[in-house]
């Protein structure tokens, strides 16, 4: 049984400076906010992408930083993929001491059209099945090293509302988060004595991606309403994620947090 030391003072508490980071996704959007964060903060990333190109590119950047700093190929919704990748990321760091399962994508496409549940088969394989392919093929050597780490699953507030769907129907995408989040308390329940914390963290209105196809004037509907007056930006989620794997995180596990502009305070 491992048991996470308390921090004694505020002395380096929120240092993750030298940690080796798996950030999947960790090539665009929120997930490069995540990464970059990361490397800012001293820590070693490895970015997993399906875009190589682009993953080099981020890890190149991240040489400015200092530590050492990959892209591997992956697909998490291709188990195969994720086992071939999980070897290099062995191979390059030895050990693991934070994952962040931020790979995800979305849907715009009603669950009753006719193409409707090839996309919630789409969605469900990458946002919840794609969590499960890494996490078994990464977590195992994390378990066996002794060393605890910290698993964080970006998750969303659309795995807790499904009150815009009429307008933006995205019933997979729910599910998915839905599912991740109580996967998260799972993992917790189960990795604590390891030594390895699990949280959920679910981003509200943020500028990713998932955002892009939202009209103008829907985006500033959204800001006027939101407690905060605006979208977050994904480095302030990476900041977030940086926090979690800190000692000044260390009693934190089983849990889903959010961070959303006091979106939730609306439902």
Same mark, same amino acid.
């Given at each position: ?43 070693? !990333? $490895? ?5 190589? @190109?682009? &993953? #080099?590119? %981020?890890? +190149?950047? /991240? ?12 697909? !998490? $919704? ?5 086992? @071939?990748? &999980? #070897?290099? %990321?062995? +191979?390059? /760091? ?174």
């Amino acid at each position: 049984m491992v048991k996470t030391p308390p921090i004694e003072s505020m002395s380096g508490a929120f240092d993750v400076k030298g940690k080796n980071v798996v950030v999947t996704g960790g090539n665009r959007g929120i997930g490069l906010g995540i990464s970059t964060a990361f490397a800012q903060s001293g820590a070693n !990333v $490895a970015v997993l992408c399906r875009n190589e @190109a682009s &993953g #080099k590119e %981020v890890a +190149e950047g /991240f040489s400015q930083y200092g530590g050492k700093h990959t892209c591997i190929q992956c697909d !998490v $919704a291709d188990y195969d993929s994720v086992v @071939a990748a &999980g #070897k290099k %990321v062995y +191979e390059f /760091f030895g050990h693991v001491d934070v994952l962040v399962n931020n790979a995800g994508i979305g849907s715009t496409t009603n669950f009753f059209a006719e193409n409707g549940l090839n996309e919630w088969h789409r969605i469900i394989n990458t946002n919840l099945h794609g969590v499960a392919n890494v996490v078994h093929t990464i977590v195992p050597n994390m378990k066996s090293s002794g060393k605890g780490g910290t698993i964080i699953n970006i998750s969303s507030v659309g795995g807790q509302r499904v009150s815009n769907s009429r307008e933006h129907d995205n019933s997979p995408y729910n599910a998915s988060k839905a599912g991740l989040d109580i996967f998260s308390k799972y993992l917790a329940l189960t990795l604590g004595d390891f030594g390895i914390r699990v949280n959920s963290l679910a981003p509200g209105m943020t500028h990713s991606d998932l955002d892009k196809d939202l009209p103008p004037a829907a985006i500033e509907m959204a800001e006027a309403a939101l407690p905060t007056h605006r979208f977050a930006e994904p480095i302030e989620i990476g900041a977030l994620c940086v926090f979690l794997s800190s000692q000044a995180g260390c009693h934190i596990t089983g849990t889903v947090i959010v961070h959303d502009g006091g979106l939730m305070t609306m439902v």
